[in-house]
């Protein structure tokens, strides 16, 4: 897994920043019902952030995560993966994500991710939103599958996702086949000393996106390991607060 269930973001609350929060159930086009959690701005920028958990689903980590965007100004959805096997309910540490995670499939996030934009884009004068995705590990992965999707996004975000893995989840292409059908720009934030992304599996994913001509940042962070963005880091503060605010300059800078 990327982080514990007690980790929390490395990132500085802002007080009162927040409007409000909400635990929702989303349907998807399927029928399928799943757990999201909305955290609204005090005073909207107007884009807005589909948030996508790494492969425990939604748990504290991405709420809180949610609440960090709202305070700067982007209303934000964390969503849930495990509506079809786990409904949705509130889980605790003990969840056994990992009997649900190999049943979550390429189609069913997609489905997902589309009913959570479409929430995003149902307010007044909102149709037009610009929408971006984030995500970690396997939603890292997640996120960026969902350039190739026909959301409209404005941009997709992942933390150390894997870019040549394929199957996971069930169905899924690897991102580097899926680079010729992005639709957005893209920033990948990865841990140069992550051992199960090498190198050169990173390399690939940047030698795509340059063949394919697609807006791209692609940063590795060296002696970084995977899940570095977590508060529980110290030795890594430094390296998660620049990912930070290349997050917020890229949503900025594709506004």
């Known amino acids: 897994m990327c982080f514990p269930f007690e980790a929390k973001p490395p990132i500085t609350a802002i007080v009162g920043g927040a409007l409000d929060t909400e635990e929702v159930t989303l349907t ?4 399928n019902t799943f757990a999201a959690y909305v955290a609204r701005a005090s005073e909207p920028l107007g884009p807005a952030v589909v948030v996508m958990p790494d492969v425990r689903g939604l748990f504290p980590f ?3 995560l949610a609440l960090r965007f709202a305070e700067r100004g982007y209303d934000s959805v964390a969503i849930d993966y495990f509506g079809r096997t786990a409904g949705v309910a509130k889980r605790d540490a003990e969840f056994p994500f990992r009997d649900h995670i190999p049943q979550t499939t390429f189609e069913g996030v997609r489905a997902d ?17 610009k929408v971006f995705t984030i995500g ?3 939603g890292g992965s997640a996120s960026w599958q ?11 975000i992942g933390f150390y996702g894997h870019p ?3 199957g996971f989840p069930q169905g899924s292409p690897a991102i580097v086949d899926l680079v010729p059908q992005f ?6 934030l990865m841990g140069g000393a992550d051992q199960g992304i090498p190198a050169e599996e990173v390399a690939k994913y940047e030698a795509a996106l340059e063949a394919a001509g697609k807006v791209h940042e692609i940063v590795s962070y060296a002696g970084a ?3 570095f963005f977590d508060r529980g880091f110290e030795e890594y503060a430094k390296e998660s607060a620049d990912a930070w605010e290349r997050v917020l300059r890229f949503i900025e800078a594709n506004t």
């Open 28 to 31: 998807a086009a399927d029928g």
């Open 62 to 64: 991405y709420e809180e």
């Open 183 to 188: 639709e957005c720009p893209i920033l990948g």
């Open 113 to 129: 991710v589309r009913a959570a934009v479409e929430y995003l884009r149902s307010g007044e004068g909102q149709t037009e939103r």
């Open 146 to 156: 969902q350039a190739s999707a026909s959301h409209g996004l404005a941009g997709a």
């Open 164 to 166: 040549t893995r394929a």
């Open 225 to 227: 390991p995977h899940s």
């Open 136 to 138: 970690f590990c396997y």
